[in-house]
């Protein structure tokens, strides 16, 4: 079975967030796209976005690694809903007040380049 490509871009993204490298994971939303930081706290666009990670990368000592496996995804109308097993890990990373392990969901949306980008980033599921 091959592999959907909003599977591509989440492990693209991943990557990009184990190296810290901000503008490849800026390429991994859509320019008005939402990220849910914590429960009942969004950020919207990709400015607001990237000072988020930045705040994440901070808050877990620059050691934050992203696992992902068991993707369910479906597709219809141009998007595209992604259900799986999220693992944080974070070796530098002392307090346990942050779920490590998750089931997120995720909307993209195929762009008009063809590529499919994020437009609602919710790694906290169901959990909200």
């Given at each position: 079975m091959v592999e959907h490509e909003v599977i591509e871009a989440i492990r693209k993204a991943d990557k990009a967030i184990d190296?810290?490298?901000?503008?490849?994971?800026m390429d991994f939303y859509e320019e008005d796209a939402t990220l849910v930081v914590e429960p009942g706290r969004y950020a919207h666009g990709?400015?607001?976005i990237a000072e988020v990670f930045r705040a994440i990368f901070a808050y877990f000592n620059d050691s934050l690694l992203v696992r992902q496996s068991n993707?369910?995804?479906i597709e219809g109308g141009g998007v595209a809903l992604v259900i799986c097993k999220l693992e944080l890990l974070a070796e530098?990373?002392?307090e346990s007040r942050v779920s490590m392990h998750r089931r997120p969901t995720y909307i993209f949306k195929k762009s008009l380049d063809g590529k499919w980008r994020c437009l609602i980033d919710n790694s906290y599921g169901t959990d909200l």
């Open positions: 190296q810290r490298d901000i503008d490849a994971l990709k400015a607001q993707f369910q995804v530098r990373f002392t």
